[in-house]
Nanobody, 127 residues
Framework: QLPMVESGGGSVETGGSLTLSCSAA????????LGWFRQAPGQEREAVAR???????NYAASVKGRFTVSQDDSGNTLRLHMRDLKSEDTAMYHC?????????????????????WGQGTQVTVSS
């Protein structure tokens, strides 16, 4: 696990766009997988998008076709471009960098505790 710093959140209207970024000091790109997760008040954490161990993007069904995840060549920065935002996208967004096995486990287990989130960045979508 690595400490992550998220940024780019804000308040937008329905249909708007935002791009989130998170950065970490990754010494070896191949040693880590990165992903975005979100949690709205009173709801379980939801996996949003990740770059898997094969370098392929994975998306939650709820955001597929609207969100695009990308990682820079150094592996230090993960971005999430979000378009056509909906009210249900309102949440605190966190990213995580960890071994690919851990990221895969977080991806499929929304209730597992994980102590290495960054401070997160709030996204609020209103009509």
């Amino acid at each position: 696990q690595l400490p992550m710093v998220e940024s780019g959140g804000g308040s937008v209207e329905t249909g708007g766009s935002l791009t989130l970024s998170c950065s970490a000091a990754i010494s070896s790109r191949n040693a880590y997988c990165l992903g975005w997760f979100r949690q709205a008040p009173g709801q379980e954490r939801e996996a949003v998008a990740r770059i898997d161990s094969a370098g392929s993007p994975n998306y939650a069904a709820s955001v597929k076709g609207r969100f695009t995840v990308s990682q820079d060549d150094s592996g230090n920065t993960l971005r999430l471009h979000m378009r056509d935002l909906k009210s249900e996208d309102t949440a605190m967004y966190h990213c995580a960098a960890d071994s690919c096995n851990v990221l895969a486990y977080l991806w499929t287990n929304s209730r597992v505790e994980y102590d290495y989130w960054g401070q997160g960045t709030q996204v609020t979508v209103s009509s």
